[in-house]
């Protein structure tokens, strides 16, 4: 059964830092691209940041790049989301989700971060 666990969410001034995880279970989590999604307040959930199978690659959207460090452990089956300079913007439920081919097959439930003073 394959599972995903969201944390680190959580309350943070603006300017500040979380790190966020995601914990996986249930499929060869090496052999599997990776995203982190977010969805704010009134807002499409959107791609935040991406990276390929052996952690080789990574892409981030514009509002996130030289900001957010998108990582993988493929020994620990754990995805991770390093976010810096955060601002109120970046207010939002955090997902992360597993690429299937170009399918997005599966999803996290989500951890909510929020920026404010």
């Known amino acids: 059964q394959v599972q995903f666990v969201e944390s680190g969410g959580g309350l943070v001034q603006p300017g500040g830092s979380l790190n966020l995880s995601c914990a996986t279970s249930?499929?060869?989590?090496?052999?599997?691209?990776m995203s982190w999604y977010r969805q704010g307040p009134g807002n499409e959930r959107e791609l935040v940041a991406h990276i390929h199978s052996r952690g080789d690659t990574t892409r981030y959207s514009d509002s996130v790049k030289g900001r957010f460090t998108i990582s993988r452990d493929n020994a620990k089956n754990t995805l991770y989301l390093q976010m810096s300079s955060l601002n109120t913007e970046d207010t939002a439920i955090y997902y992360c989700a597993r690429w299937h081919g170009w399918v997005l097959d599966y999803w996290g439930k989500g951890t909510q971060v929020t920026v404010s003073s």
């Open positions: 249930g499929f060869i989590f090496s052999h599997y691209a």
